[in-house]
Each structure stands twice: as C-alpha cells, then as structure tokens.
C-alpha cells in the first residue's frame, strides 16, 4: 500500500513556487496513520519547516511553519514564523494568506496554534473539527469559523531560504510590488515638463542593457518576455538605437518612461559604440532605430538625425549599466568613456546613475520594508560600490542593483522590486535634474 | 541540521530509475533522529515501500522492502550497493523493515551500534572482507510511484489550460486585426528535430500521433522545400493561431539551407512549397516570388532547433551558420528561441522530469552547453521531446510541446508589439 498525497499537484505546484523553489515530502496522513496526533507528532517533530493541511470537499486549509514541530509531546514550540493559507476547491488560482508569529501546541485530543494568548487555529481529533480565530477568518476572507475535515495531512517544506523572515518578505513583497506598480504607472514628472522620462542604458557589451529592458517589461506583462534580443557573441548583440516603451499589461497603456538601448561599449578600437556618437544620444539628436557604425558617428545629413530636438527629445536619466563581477576588470579606456559622457551629461543637465547586474544574493539586497538598501548589503558589496563610486564619481545613493530575468522561467516578487525600485529612483534622479534645469533650455 | 538525504541528484535517480519508478521521500535521518531503533520506528512504520541506505566510509548501501507482508503476497526485496556508475542488487528474504533493524541474521542494521551485520553469503556478494561494518549514516525514505493518478490528473489540467491559452491567444492590439496567425521559422542543423517538432505539434491538436511531415535523418535532410504548415485543431477544427514553416537544415560547407535564403524567407518574400537550392538563393525574378509580403506573410517568431544530445558535436561552420543567421534575425527585427529537442535522450532523464524541465541536473548542463557554444540567453533557450516513434500520445510529452508554443506565442507578441508604428 503506498501513500500518496491529496493535495491537487496544481496547488502543490502554487505553493512550490510561493515558497522559493522548495519541494514537499509527505510523512503523516490522517486516513493512513491513525491514533489520535500522537502519530502525527512522531511522524513530524525534528523534521524542519512543515505544511499541515486540511482538506474538505470545499476547501483546504493549510499552516507553514518555518520552524519545526515542538520537540517534546505535549509540549508548546517555540513562536516563530508561519503563513496560513486557504484554497478554495474550484478556483485553483486563488490562494488567500495571512502571515502570523505562532506557537503549536499537540496533545492527544488537540493541536492548537497561538499567537500570543489566542488561539488561532484548534483542531481536535477526536471530531476532526477544525475551529479558526476572528484574525485568521479575517486574513484568509474565509466565512466558516469551523468546519469539519476529511483528510489532515503533513509535508517536510525541503529547500527554504534559511531566514526564518524569508516567507514573510515574500508576503510583505507581493504586496509593496503592487504599490511599486501603482505609484510608477501614475509617474508624473516635475511640473509635467515631459509625459514620458527617457532612460539611456549604457554600457560595456554583455553587461545587461537590454535584458534589463526586458526585465522591466516582464514585471509589467507578468511573463518572461524577449522582444530585445539578448545574447552572448564577440560583438555586441545589439546594433540599434532603440527607444523601447513599455505598456502596463498586454492591452494596457503605455508607462510614463522610455528605456533608451545602445550599442554596448567596446575596449577595442572600432567596435562597439562609437563614442562619438554618445553626445548626439544625449542631446536627442538620434532617432529611433538607428544603425550604429562603430567606427563612424551619425551626421547631420543622416535621415535619422533630429536636427532640433526638444526636451521630450533627449535623455533625461543616463544610467551606466555594468556586470558586478566585471567592476574590478573594468578597463581604463572604458573608465575613460564614462568620464567623458559625465561630463557631457553633467553640462546638459542629464541624471546619472550606475545599475549593477549579476548578482548573486539579490533577495538580500533590501531592508526588510524594502525602503532602502539593507546595510548587509551596502557592507558585503561595500568594496565593488567603492569602486564604482571612486572610479566614476557617482554618489552612492545613485547606485543601484539588481538581478535581471536571465534563466528563470517564472517571475519573483522580490526580483522585481529591486527591478522596479531602480527604475522609481531613475525617474527621480531624473526628475531632480529636470527641476534643476535653467529657464532657457525649458520649450 | 537539515533534513536532507545525502545521496546525490545521480545517485536517487538511479535508485528511483532501479525501482520501478518510484519518488524517494526521506522520512528519518539517524544525525539528525538519532541513531534510535525506536525513533526510526516512529518515522517510518505504516508508510509503505520502503527504500534504507546506510552510508559507510566510501561504501553506500541499502535495502528496498515492498512491505506487502500483509497481504501474503510474494515480494520482491533486494539488498543494492553503489559501485561506480553501477548498482548491483541481490534478493533478500528479509521482508519487513522490523526485521531488517531488529533481529534479521540475513542483514541486520543495528542503528545503537552504528554497524551492519550480514551473513556470510551476502559479504561475499558484496566484496565486503568482514561480516560487519559500521556506518555513519543511515536514512529511510518512502516510495512513491512517481507519475502516480495525482500528478497526471495535475498535468492533465495544465496541458488543458494551455490548449485553451494556445487555442484563444489574441495579439496585440492593433496588430490582432491584421495577423490571425503568426509564422515560427523552424531553422537548424538537418536532424535537429524541426519536421518532428511539425509532427509533435499538429498530433498534440490532432488527438493522435501524426507523421504526415516525413522525417528522415538522412545526412541531405528530408525536406528540401519550404513548407509552412496551418495547423488545425482537430481533423476539421478551427485554424489555430499559428503557422509553422518548416526549411531545409543547415549543412556543412555548402550543404542544406543556403544562407542568402534566410532574409528573403523571413520577410515572407518566400512561397509555401518553394524548392530550395543550397547554393542558388531565391530571386525576385522566381514565378512565385512574393514581391509585396504583408505583415502576416512575415515570419514573426524564429525558433533554432538543435539536438540536445548531439549539440557540442556541431561543426565549426554550422555553428558560424547559426550565428549569421541569427545577425540576420536580430537585424529583421525578429523575436527568436532555442528549442532544444530530444531532451528525453538525455543521460537519467525520465518522464517525470518533464514536468519540472529546467530544474533537471543533465538539463541544465545542457542549456549552459548551448549558451557557451552558441550564445543563446539561458532563458531563451526551450526543452521540448518531439513525438517520434509513439502511436499515442502522452500527456506529459504534450505538456511540453504546449509550453514551449506558448512561450513561441508570447514572443511573436513582442516582435509584433516592437513593429515601428
């Protein structure tokens, strides 16, 4: 006789995913394992961050706990971490959850999770009745306060993050993403002098520009997308000047920016981008989709040369895209290169910001409210944002991070917000610089 | 201290492959509950099959119990060692896992003592020098049937979301009006797979293996003409929304596909049923030269087929090929993807692999192959099995086709939506 699970592989696919990656092994089921929870405590304690689950023909009810199972019979476990959550049969997109602090309790009769005095959720065995407190009918928008269950069942949670926080940033990130959305969808720059912030990417070849594009779209579309190409080879991959606007879901209308993706920059003599042609990006004096020449800047004459371009024309935010790992090879040619669009930047009233890519602990990067950089991270990384600082003069707070979509199939809430949160400090920066504008360069 | 087994990703393969197919769960895990007989009881009774492995020094070895002692019926239990890349087992009588921990002289696994005791007989199968030998870890683990009525009903229901998602897929607006169909070019070394890939798509909408695109794996390639294939749902079904145009594969030197051909074909210059030359591209003085393609003659998605067991063996020249194709693709304006076919070929992989593709070991080895040899992105790059000598199909392999359309899907999306207004 061998035990299988009843929980639908679609929901245990959901929840996989939901928990960063993990993989559930079942080691207690009610119908199999009987006697009471003395079974279910034997069969579970010592076995690290578990999912107990009730199931009825309506709904199934479910309990991560990031610690383990108290260690003695009887007794109360310490309180820590856990996330509640409730399927409904029939609408297997739909997960309610509410995250809590909670300590369990098994006895013979009962099972009983608190959260300080109250008890949240109590479950007797005897009845296989399952009673939920007011704060967990609430989070879970559930309107049953008790309910009867057919099947309990308890997973070893295999493969989480080893922070016990790690499942409520993840909750906490769903949530400041849709409020990062919000507020960048509803961008409005400084006196409304332009309707939409241009984003110049730059940097060496390879280091991320254009996937950072499609990054960007991917957090709007809610898949993996790929309408700049991306790739590796000797020479750049990208040869147009292209001026990518993005819309807010597939039909939906378009953002208030527009991410600028050049040539990447080469360290050998006529290739990649021909730094000549960097002022005429700057100024908008380039239109989109044109040809790049490395050895040879666009002219006047040329027909995607903007002769008189305004301000909604040029750039407005320039940001040095560069590969973490690359910061300490980084060529003095191309150190140079940077010095130089700096100071063209700086006379045209441009923002300048540096964006790292490839990272290897990006879901470390923010403070637990994801406000502001953690400070683990502003310390590990502190060497190679030194570097970049020292070598290119840009200020620290104009240095951001982040990890684009590069293998993985699926989209990560925690990804996204430092994609999204680099994008909202690029239109401030530029925003700053717009307000800083003298009156005459103002059409 | 976490409760994870020690065997590596090849050696629970192997051991989930030796047993019929079976998912190992770890249910007890002696450094973490105790080296106790009675903790391992606790753990592990009442749970079915049951595979135990005991780790010592640079021995691993164990015992499969099916545990059907209650039923009366015969079963089968072996004893199995690792040796190497092999895994001999012998029959054992020891049936139940009580026995195998308490009081089998056959094999006995004393877990106070930390020492396995066997008989004479089996140390010598074995090659062990004494009957005894102590251990320093010892792990019990649940079997379950791996593609079980639970995760195929799971699968079931994915592979129906993605035939209606496939089936009802409207384009982006306002390019929905003048594209009902968008056209993937399948290009790639002859026998990557792309006429199979034409096969597996239009069985999985026909209901049953088709091979009406003849497939060889002839060194010239089978087709020789350009063919673009409208496949309908059903034997006489709606049109779906896509159409697949199937060329002649790259060839070393001047064999297969000839380059100056990609151009013309990608900007729908190119008529279905066109004979095409290695060496002599299409002019516009051809009879059925399409001199003023609209957008939906163009091709709006590439996919690279390539052979997932035979792609670090391409040629220098064919690689070079697929690299000046895809110049030619990006200069187009065309959105693209990697579709790596006969994963199912790879080493360990098994069928229920294919639900969870890209975590496979073997397969992301794969995928970092490609990306260096040939600079895909690693997520543009596909797993797909083609359908090549099944008569019925399979939900899991259909699961896959349908994954990688959909991904095929949203990337002409992305071509259209990057169209100049």
């Known amino acids: ?443 | 201290m976490a409760v994870t087994t020690r065997l590596t990703w090849i050696q629970e393969k192997k051991l989930q492959t030796e047993f019929e197919g079976k998912k190992l769960i770890l249910l007890y895990k002696a450094t973490v509950h105790q080296f106790s007989y009675e903790n391992m009881l606790k753990k592990c009774q009442d749970q079915g099959p049951t595979v135990t492995v005991i780790y010592s020094g640079n021995h691993i070895l164990g015992a499969y119990l099916q545990e059907l002692y209650r039923e009366k019926r015969k079963t089968s239990n072996f004893l199995f060692i690792f040796q190497g890349t092999k895994m001999p087992k012998y029959k054992i009588a020891v049936h139940d896992i009580n026995k195998l921990f308490y009081w089998s002289s056959e094999m006995n696994i004393n877990l106070d003592k930390k020492v396995m005791t066997v008989d004479s007989q089996i140390a010598k199968v074995l090659g062990l020098s004494q009957n005894s030998i102590s251990f320093q870890e010892c792990e019990v683990f649940r079997c379950e049937d791996i593609l079980n009525e639970r995760t195929l009903q799971g699968v079931t229901e994915y592979r129906e979301d993605l035939l209606s998602f496939v089936k009802t897929y409207k384009f982006i607006k306002p390019y929905s009006d003048l594209v009902n169909q968008i056209r993937i070019l399948l290009v790639g070394p002859i026998g990557a797979g792309k006429s199979s890939f034409v096969n597996s798509v239009k069985s999985v909408f026909r209901g049953h293996v088709t091979h009406q695109v003849l497939v060889g794996s002839n060194t010239h390639g089978t087709s020789e003409m350009y063919r673009t294939y409208s496949i309908k749902d059903g034997k006489n079904g709606n049109t779906l929304p896509f159409i697949l145009c199937d060329s002649v594969g790259l060839g070393e030197e001047e064999e297969g596909l000839c380059i100056d051909d990609v151009v013309p074909i990608l900007k729908g210059h190119v008529p279905d049923r066109y004979q095409l030359h290695s060496k002599q591209p299409i002019t516009p003085s051809h009879a059925n030269y399409i001199h003023n393609p609209l957008l939906k003659d163009r091709i709006h998605c590439v996919a690279f087929v390539l052979d997932a067991t035979s792609v670090e063996y391409l040629c220098h020249e064919v690689v070079t090929k697929i690299k000046r194709i895809r110049r030619e693709v990006i200069k187009c304006g065309v959105v693209y993807v990697a579709l790596l076919t006969n994963v199912d070929r790879l080493d360990l992989i098994t069928k229920d692999d294919f639900m969870d593709i890209y975590r496979c070991m073997p397969v992301k080895l794969k995928l970092e192959a490609v990306h260096k040899k040939l600079g895909f992105a690693l997520r543009d790059i596909l797993a797909v099995s083609n359908y090549t000598s099944e008569w019925e199909l399979d939900v899991v392999k259909d699961y896959l086709i349908l994954s990688v359309l959909k991904q095929m899907l949203w990337a002409a999306n992305d071509f259209l939506e990057d169209l100049p207004l």
């Open chain 1, 1 to 443: 006789m061998e035990l299988t699970s009843s929980l639908p592989w679609k929901m245990e696919k959901q929840l996989q995913q939901l928990f960063g990656n993990v993989s559930l092994s079942l080691l207690y089921k009610s119908s199999i394992h009987r006697n009471g929870f003395k079974q279910m405590f034997d069969k579970c304690c010592n076995q690290g961050s578990t999912i107990t689950m009730f199931y009825n023909s309506k709904f199934i009810l479910g309990a991560f706990l990031f610690r383990s199972y108290p260690e003695e019979f009887n007794g109360i476990s310490e309180p820590n971490s856990s996330l509640f959550f409730l399927f409904e049969r029939g609408k297997t997109a739909e997960m309610t959850s509410k995250y809590l602090i909670t300590a369990l309790q098994i006895t013979d009769g009962n099972l009983t999770f608190y959260c300080s005095k109250d008890k949240i959720l109590s479950v007797e065995s005897l009845k296989n009745n399952c009673s939920l407190h007011q704060i967990l009918l609430d989070g879970l928008r559930s309107y049953t306060y008790s309910f009867r269950f057919s099947e309990c069942e308890v997973f070893r949670v295999e493969g989480t993050k080893n922070k016990g926080d790690y499942i409520s940033k993840i909750t906490q990130a769903i949530k400041y993403k849709s409020n990062l959305l919000a507020e960048l969808r509803d961008y409005k720059t400084y006196d409304n002098m332009v309707s939409e912030i241009r984003i110049l990417l730059l940097g060496p070849v390879g280091s991320g520009k254009s996937s950072f594009f499609n990054s960007v779209k991917s957090v709007f579309q809610g898949h993996v997308t790929r309408q700049a190409a991306v790739g590796s080879d000797i020479t750049s991959i990208t040869e147009q000047y292209r001026v990518y606007s993005i819309r807010d879901g597939k039909d939906g209308k378009s953002l208030p920016f527009l991410l600028c993706d050049s040539m990447g920059l080469d360290d050998k003599e006529g290739a990649g981008l021909c730094v000549d042609d960097i002022p005429h990006v700057l100024k908008g004096n380039i239109s989109d989709r044109y040809q790049f020449t490395s050895h040879k800047p666009i002219t006047s004459n040329h027909p995607a040369f903007i002769a008189s371009p305004s301000l909604k024309d040029k750039i407005h935010c320039v940001a040095y895209v560069l590969d973490t790992n690359s910061v300490d090879t980084l060529s003095s040619k191309m150190v140079s290169i940077f010095k130089q669009i700096r100071r063209e930047a700086l006379s045209c009233g441009i923002a300048l910001v540096v964006l790292l890519t490839n990272l290897n602990n990006y879901s470390d990067v923010l403070q637990g409210d994801f406000l502001n950089m953690s400070e683990l991270m502003i310390s590990q990384n502190q060497r190679i944002v030194n570097k970049v600082h020292e070598l290119l003069s840009i200020p620290i707070f104009n240095i951001f991070m982040v990890e684009n979509y590069a293998s993985e199939l699926e989209l990560d809430p925690l990804k996204d917000i430092l994609i999204l949160s680099a994008l909202r400090q690029m239109l401030r920066a530029a925003d700053d610089a717009l307000e800083d504008l003298p009156l005459e360069e103002i059409d």
